[in-house]
């Protein structure tokens, strides 16, 4: 669980920022990847923060905040931040977004690159384990598949789990479905 | 009108957590003449793990496309989340070239590849309003439901990104709306209408998506609607499922009955509500129905206001 308390910490953490902290080539880095090219456009308005449903309830979640820690090259601090798990991938904000940018990208490829890192929240590893091992994100007990007959609904299809591990295997993912949750 | 046939894709939450919202859908989509074919072997749609490993979720999203190709049927989906999913890892794959061809050297592993411009993906309310027609939906009701005064909650993904969905307007949604009149319920709007439920955050803070869930179940019983209609197995989740959690965390009532759009088609279409699996659902509508049809025994009147 992300603790409020603990992202405030964090936060109150990120006020302070040290030049040598700062990775100049990030911004250059990340704008490689397809969708995430924009990033440098971003001039701080802030729609996406003031938009954000998620925000609305919370003291510490800003994706603007992302935006401008990512230009700046923030790396570690941003990969290690709790608050990057935070988004709920609604993209009010990739509408919104006066200058185009896919913030919502940002933020998933920030994730991509905290995983390659070894941080990913326990959530994480068990939906890309059960992927793996069933097919589906979550899963399906054996009575509902039972129930599903006797209501009259047809059998649940079975996934093609080869060709899924295939997948994980070519991309070099199935490390992290078997990694131990904390 | 042609008939309309598609390939169903039930996705990962419905058949773990939903089943009403498959059993309803599957009996007004045969009532309207569209024809569903079990799409087999499927997998997930890979949105759950966009950011575990993006190319994970293309090749996952990818896989279903050239299941569904291959078959040369167009893909339903219940699950917007899905239906948001496929459309745009279909759209991006046909547009970008190079994006193409790295996937399907992936895909050669498995011996599929994505060939592009074959199918469409569409999510159930969008069939409805596209193939099916509202004219047709209002030609199917037997048993209007006037008088039951009802909110709705589109799913983000029905609509947005804009850019790749173009589907009703994210800013300002109708169309689920007119789908609803088209029961003769009607359809309120509410405060903070478009926002998101929250729910893709439950397991990493729990807390934020249940405050959230719970301010627009507040809005939505501050007009006084009966009932929360949705259209997404993860919305739904969020408020029935998680209802409870909510009034407790929030110490608060709101009782508030949450469908799913088919089944309130449905019973407008003259399906029982045991045939739209209204017992399935974690806050209890029957109790909505039997009011409803009880006020407007008593007052005798087709149009009817239920007071709360």
Not at chain 1, 79 to 87: M, Y
Not at chain 2, 247 to 268: C, D, I, N, T, W
């Amino acid at each position: 669980m992300v603790s409020e308390k603990k992202v405030a910490a964090e936060t109150k953490l990120a006020r302070e920022i040290r030049m040598g902290d700062l990775d100049p080539d990030f911004k250059k880095e990340i704008s490689k990847i397809p969708g995430i090219e924009k990033i440098k456009l971003c001039f701080q308005c802030g729609t996406c923060t003031a938009d954000c449903p998620i925000a609305r309830f919370s003291e510490v979640y800003s994706p603007r905040k992302i935006m401008r820690m990512t230009q700046l090259g923030m790396k570690d601090r941003l990969l290690s931040s709790e608050s990057l798990w935070l988004c709920a991938a609604c993209l009010t904000c990739v509408d919104h977004c006066p200058q185009g940018v896919d913030i919502a990208a940002v933020v998933r490829a920030l994730r991509n690159m905290a995983v390659k890192e070894g941080i990913i929240p326990d959530v994480f590893k068990e939906l890309t384990n059960n992927i793996l091992e069933t097919g589906y994100a979550y899963r399906i007990p054996e009575l509902r598949l039972k129930k599903r007959l006797e209501k009259g609904l047809p059998p649940l299809p079975e996934a093609d789990i080869e060709d899924v591990s295939k997948l994980f295997e070519v991309i070099a993912i199935s490390n992290i479905a078997k990694m131990e949750k904390k | 009108m042609a008939e309309l046939k598609y390939l169903l894709f039930l996705g990962c939450v419905i058949p773990y957590r939903i089943a009403s919202y498959e059993t309803s859908s599957r009996k007004v989509l045969k009532k309207l003449g569209v024809e569903l074919v079990e799409m087999l072997e499927f997998n997930c749609c890979g949105l759950p793990i966009d950011g575990v490993n993006h190319d994970a979720m293309l090749l996952l999203a990818a896989r279903n496309l050239c299941l569904a190709e291959q078959q040369g049927l167009n893909i339903l989906t219940l699950c917007p989340g899905c239906a948001g999913t496929l459309r745009k890892v279909n759209k991006s794959l046909q547009e970008d070239k190079r994006l193409k061809e790295r996937v399907n050297g992936y895909l050669k592993e498995i011996g599929m590849e994505f060939k592009g411009g074959k199918i469409a993906v569409r999510h159930l309310i969008q069939a409805l309003v596209e193939d099916v027609g509202l004219e047709k939906i209002r030609g199917s009701i037997v048993k209007p439901l006037t008088g039951l005064r009802v909110a709705e909650h589109n799913g983000c993904h029905v609509l947005r990104p804009a850019k790749y969905i173009g589907f009703d307007d994210p800013e300002n949604p109708v169309l689920l709306k007119r789908l609803i009149e088209a029961t003769g319920a009607e359809c309120l709007d509410y405060m903070y209408e478009t926002d998101c439920c929250g729910a893709p955050i439950i397991g990493v803070n729990d807390k934020i998506p249940l405050y959230l869930a719970g301010d627009k179940l507040r809005n939505i019983k501050a007009v006084n609607a009966q009932a929360l209609i949705t259209v997404c197995p993860f919305c739904h989740m969020m408020f029935d499922i998680n209802q409870p959690r909510i009034e407790r965390l929030l110490s608060e009532k709101f009782g508030m009955p949450v469908l799913h759009y088919p089944q309130l088609l449905g019973l407008a279409m003259g399906f029982t509500p045991e045939e739209m699996a209204l017992e399935e659902l974690r806050v209890d509508a029957t109790n909505l129905l039997n009011n409803n049809l009880k006020a407007q025994s008593k007052t005798g009147s087709s149009k009817i206001i239920l007071g709360n």
